[in-house]
Structures are given as C-alpha cells and as structure tokens.
C-alpha cells in the first residue's frame, strides 16, 4: 500500500513537472515570437527614420559652420574701428544680415525604438508581461512609421560664407589702410618710400636739423620724411648736400660766378624751405626776405646767407657746368659721369654706368628739402594736416612756391616744384599707394 502511494505521488510530481514546463515554455515561445516582431519592425522604423535624422545632423553642422563666420564677423563690427572707405563697413554688416537670415532652423531628431530582450527567468507572469509590451509597442512602431516626416534639403551656405568672409577682409584691409595713414611713426612712412621706385633716398628729420623747425612744436608735425627722386636734376638743387668720397665737394671743382638767372635759381631753391614752414622760425623769415632780395638783383648772396653759406660759396655752387654737377652728385669725375649738360637725373647717371644711388648715406637729403623730391609730414590730425597745405598754397605761383600738396589722413604728401603738374601728381599717387599698401 505504501509503495502504491509513493508512485501515485511520484505520478502527480511528474504531470505537475510536465504541465510546469510545458506552460513555461509555451510563454516563452510566445514572448519571444512577440519580440522578434517587434523588433523587426523596430529595425525597419529606424532604419526610415536614419535619413531624415541624417539631414538634421547636417542641417545642424552647416548652421554652425555658417554661425561661426557670422561671430567672427561681428566680433570684428563691434570693435567699431573706422575704415578708409567707410563703404566697407557698410558692406560687411549688410552681409552678416543677409546671412543671418538665411540660416536654417534645425529640425528635431526622431528618436529610434530600442530593441528588446525575452526574460530570461521562468516567471511565466515576466514572459507574459514582456509578450504583452512587445505587441503593443510594436503597434506603435506601425503608427509611428506612418507619421515620419520627409527628409529635409541640407542648406548650402558657401556663397554666404564667402561674400562674409570677403567682407571682413575688404573691411579689416580699410581699417589698417587707415592705421597706415593715421599719425603713423616716420619709420613707417621711411620704409614706405624707400619702395617707390623712383625715390632714391628717404630722411627723417631730427630736433637738429629740421629746417622748418616744426618738430614736436604745438600744430607743427610729429613727424617729416623727406625723400630724393631719381627725376630731379641735380644741378637744381644745393649741391653741399650731396658728399664726394665722404667729404663735401672741394671747392677747386666749383665753377666760375653763374649767371644773373642761376642765381635767382639759386635763391629760390635757399627760399623753398621757408615757404612751406608754419608761422617762420628766425632762418626761415631770413630765407624769406632774401628771396625778395633776389629780385635787386643780390639772390646769390642772400640765398647763401639763408643757408649758412658765404655769397662766394652759393655762386659757386650754382656756376658749375653740368658735367662737374653730374660728377659731384654721383661721386665721379666729369669724365667718368659721361652725362650731357642737364642731364643730372639718378636714371641718367644710371645709364652712364654708375653705381645705383640708392641709400647713399653721403647725400643730406633733409637739407635738400622738398625741392629734390618731396616730403610726408606726420600730423596728429587732418585739420592741422589742411592748415599746413592750406599756407603752404598762399605760395603758389611765386618765388616761393614750394610744389604740390595732398591730403591723405594725417599726413600731407608734399612734391617737387621742379616737376610739371602731371609729374607731381604721378608722384603724389606714388606716394599715397606705398603709404596706403596693406602687407598681406
């Protein structure tokens, strides 16, 4: 009896066992049947969803490249520096704002279904629960594959990227333009002409040899460069200031007395200086009057007086022939110049084949003045620049005319009386271009 019981026991357990494992693996089969499906459609959602989140990526990556380009633009605005051509700040805001509007809005990422998992327990109330929020969500899956939005276009901002960039360029180019002309040190404005191509010596002045004795005074200049051109003859101008084998030119290679008409040339070089000063120091009221003078008839001697000469002295120095002029200027003998009468230009000696003058620290080009080429004075600002010019043109057309001036920022460009009018403006244009040159 006891033995039947224990198999009817053992029997039960078995069925029990059975009917356990069976239920178990029936919700595991159908969990998992349930999860497959919805996670192959999961997988079909994401994957039509990958170009349009694609898109978004892009859209968002070109916004920020663009807005990037639109910060450093602004940035460079709100400093508010001024430009030379004012137009190109002008442009350079009109194409930030253009740019600005046509960024695009980022649309928002659709987020993907995440896959899922059968439990793996052998709690049939977990498989049914997992089967359950498969089925479900899978429903969604199918809803939501229908409401997917169109692949948005992906903005191409190159043309705004670049009419900013080219703005700011053009725009920052201006404001050093500016800086460049803006009380700029006589450093700057020496290397500057150094470069013209006909300009063979450039020199600032110092406290000791400024010849208007403006430097640093209240509405003189901070600055003056004078400069030599190539296209002057020489014989023009003071000879003491162009230097033989580092010595001035000896007097044995002086020519007799020159003629009435040299020496009113050489009187209206003495007087040049002095006509372009502001209000006149002692020498340059005296160069003034000696430059009357010479129309009695004594230019030669008063001019001489004018620049610390003795009458002998300047009549000899403007009575030399052209040849020996040539010889002294350049360092050579008359015979090796090989230049005709006249022709006492840089480019001529050039061609006789002499050395390039360049940079020859024998010639005192300050004491030459404006008359061997021209002259930039450096002011603190433009209205002390127009008062310079505006007394230095009370001379035109006199004795005293001291050539050409030009306005460009802070700094009046001053040139030659002995150029023509289409001379001095190549020149002035020369002056104004090297001036104004931006170094990339």
């Known amino acids: 009896m006891k033995k039947k019981a224990i198999g009817i026991a053992a029997a039960v357990l078995a069925l029990a066992a059975g009917f356990f494992i069976y239920t178990v693996w029936s919700a595991r089969a159908e969990a998992s049947a349930a999860v497959e499906a919805y996670n192959s459609a999961a997988q079909d959602y994401n994957d039509a969803i990958a170009p349009y989140n694609q898109a978004a990526s892009e859209i968002a990556e070109a916004n920020r490249e663009l807005q990037a380009v639109l910060d450093s633009a602004q940035a460079v605005l709100d400093k508010g520096e001024e430009a030379y051509e004012p137009d190109t700040q002008d442009l350079l805001e009109s194409a930030v704002q253009k740019a600005e509007k046509v960024l695009a809005e980022v649309p928002v990422r659709i987020d993907p279904f995440e896959m899922r998992n ?84 450039a020199e600032a002045v110092s406290a000791g040899n400024d010849p208007n004795g403006l430097l640093g005074t209240k509405g003189g200049y901070l600055g003056c460069v004078y400069f030599l051109d190539e296209r002057i003859d020489r014989s023009l101008l003071p000879q003491e200031a162009f230097e033989k084998d580092g010595k001035k030119a000896s007097e044995d290679e002086k020519a007799p007395e020159s003629s009435s008409e040299e020496e009113a040339s050489a009187a209206d070089s003495a007087t040049e200086e002095a006509a372009a000063s502001e209000g006149g120091t002692a020498a340059e009221a005296a160069e003034a009057g000696n430059a009357a ?11 001489a007086a004018a620049e610390g000469r003795t009458a002998e002295t300047a009549a000899a120095a403007e009575g030399e022939t052209a040849a020996k002029t040539a010889a002294a200027v350049e360092g050579a003998t008359a015979a090796e110049a090989g230049v005709s009468a006249g022709s006492g230009t840089a480019a001529e000696a050039a061609a006789a084949g002499e050395d390039s003058p360049k940079k020859n620290p024998s010639i005192d080009v300050v004491m030459i003045g404006t008359a061997g080429g021209g002259a930039v004075e450096i002011y603190s600002s433009r209205e002390e620049a127009e008062k310079r010019a505006e007394y230095i043109s009370f001379f035109d057309g006199s004795v005293m005319d001291a050539g050409s001036c030009a306005i460009e920022g802070t700094c009046l460009i001053r040139t030659s009386k002995y150029l023509d009018e289409e001379g001095q403006e190549k020149l002035t244009r020369a002056v104004r271009e090297a001036l104004l040159t931006v170094d990339e």
């Open 118 to 201: 059968v439990p793996a327990g052998f709690s049939t109330d977990q498989l049914e629960l997992a089967q359950h929020e498969a089925e479900t969500a899978q429903k969604a899956v199918g809803e939501s594959l229908e409401k997917i939005p169109e692949v948005p276009e992906v903005p191409d901002y190159t043309q705004e990227i670049e009419a900013v960039r080219s703005a700011q360029k053009n725009y920052e180019k201006s404001v050093r333009k500016l800086a460049n002309i803006t009380s700029p040190p006589d450093s700057f404005v020496k290397e500057r002409l150094e470069r013209i191509d006909t300009v063979v010596q």
């Open 293 to 303: 003078a010479s129309e009695g008839g004594i230019a030669a001697e008063t001019a």
